[in-house]
């Protein structure tokens, strides 16, 4: 009898460790997750600095949209399109092992339009208009929303993340150290939270005009 409750504890203790290895393992992708987020929101601020540059200098037209009122360089839709392809486009490639570059371009360009979209549509329910960018003088637009040659380009984008950088993404997380992990997280959360309410607090306090 002593034996057979030995053994029950020993299985519910097994249980019981497996149990915080599954939530230390969800937990450490989530931090994952959001550092992506964090990391690609502020690449695609840079991205739109070096693309509005290149418009200014070389083709002879300003093609920079003004960010929200705040004090880091933070484009949320570029995260967001970040974690997208991680949740979604990845999972695609990893599974249907048939599924070319072609194929991961047309998917990438599909999901990463739908996010820009959802993010136009939110913004604009939430301020009533679009400020930060609008695609109503190019052709093929919806709504001035997304259009399609824009589009079609994210499909790169979409294609060089998945291929190149999620993959060597992958690398350098496995060699952080979870306590460095954390401190990374809560460094770029917490300057997230702050950054976000200091754009509410610009916008609902009418400080600067969108």
Request: charged share 15%; proline share 5%.
């Given at each position: 009898?002593h ?63 003004p ?55 939110l ?11 609008s ?60 950054d ?5 607090y610009?916008i ?7």
């Amino acid at each position: 009898m002593h034996m057979r409750k030995t053994e029950a504890e020993v299985e519910n203790l097994k249980r019981a460790q497996g149990a915080v290895a599954a939530k230390r393992s969800r937990s450490q992708y989530f931090m994952k997750l959001y550092i992506c987020f964090w990391g690609f929101a502020v690449a695609g601020v840079i991205g739109e600095a070096i693309w509005g540059f290149i418009n200014y200098n070389i083709r002879g037209s300003y093609g920079f949209y003004p960010m929200a009122p705040t004090f880091m360089p933070l484009a949320p839709p570029y995260g967001i399109g970040a974690v997208a392809l991680v949740l979604i486009v990845c999972p695609m490639v990893k599974k249907f092992k048939r599924m070319n570059i072609f194929a991961t371009y047309l998917v990438s360009a599909a999901v990463l339009a739908l996010v820009e979209l959802t993010s136009a549509l939110l913004i604009t329910a939430v301020l009533g208009k679009n400020p930060f960018w609008s695609y109503k003088y190019e052709p093929y637009n919806f709504y001035g929303m997304i259009e399609l040659k824009n589009s079609l380009l994210f499909g790169v984008v979409g294609v060089v993340f998945v291929y190149l950088i999620y993959p060597r993404a992958r690398k350098i997380f496995k060699r952080v150290p979870e306590k460095v992990m954390k401190q990374i997280f809560w460094f770029t959360f917490v300057t997230y939270i702050l950054d976000l309410g200091f754009a509410i607090y610009n916008i609902l306090g009418h400080h600067v005009k969108l």
